[in-house]
């Protein structure tokens, strides 16, 4: 499939493909006879995994780093489990750090519901 149409299936602008092609996340993408570029179901499956460790906050570092690793193929299967294991913890405490926030915000609803805070 075409850049433009690849965008709009998983929800990316065509600048960050780019992007993400020039600092080495996407590597190898095929080219048809005009240059232009075009995606697989491979690629899709990808980008889908990135974009979910962006939106767990994992730095772009490491999403890049995970890459780098995938590129070696079986040989770094361990290490890219740690690394997905390490951000695994983080997002672990993040989740629990979030989940006390909610419980202080509830409290203080409740406060202003019973009439006790002004």
Same mark, same amino acid.
């Given at each position: 499939?075409?850049?433009?149409?690849?965008?709009?299936?998983?929800?990316?602008?065509?600048?960050?493909?780019?992007?993400?092609?020039?600092?080495? $996340?996407?590597?190898?993408?095929?080219?048809?006879?005009?240059?232009?570029?075009?995606?697989?179901?491979?690629?899709?499956?990808?980008?889908?995994?990135?974009?979910?460790?962006? /939106?767990?906050?994992?730095?772009? /570092?490491?999403?890049? %780093?995970?890459?780098?690793?995938? /590129?070696? %193929?079986?040989?770094?299967?361990? %290490?890219? *489990?740690?690394?997905? %294991?390490?951000?695994?913890?983080? $997002?672990?405490?993040?989740? /629990? *750090?979030?989940?006390?926030?909610?419980?202080?915000?509830?409290?203080?609803?409740?406060?202003?519901?019973?009439?006790?805070?002004?």
């Amino acid at each position: 499939m075409n850049m433009k149409v690849f965008a709009s299936l998983v929800g990316l602008s065509d600048h960050t493909l780019r992007y993400y092609e020039k600092i080495g $996340l996407f590597k190898n993408v095929q080219r048809n006879n005009s240059g232009h570029r075009v995606y697989t179901e491979k690629d899709q499956k990808w980008v889908e995994f990135v974009i979910r460790l962006k /939106e767990t906050a994992m730095p772009l /570092e490491d999403i890049l %780093e995970y890459a780098r690793l995938r /590129e070696k %193929e079986n040989s770094t299967v361990l %290490e890219r *489990q740690v690394l997905l %294991e390490q951000h695994q913890q983080t $997002l672990i405490a993040h989740i /629990e *750090q979030q989940k006390s926030h909610l419980l202080a915000l509830e409290n203080k609803i409740e406060l202003y519901k019973d009439g006790k805070v002004y």
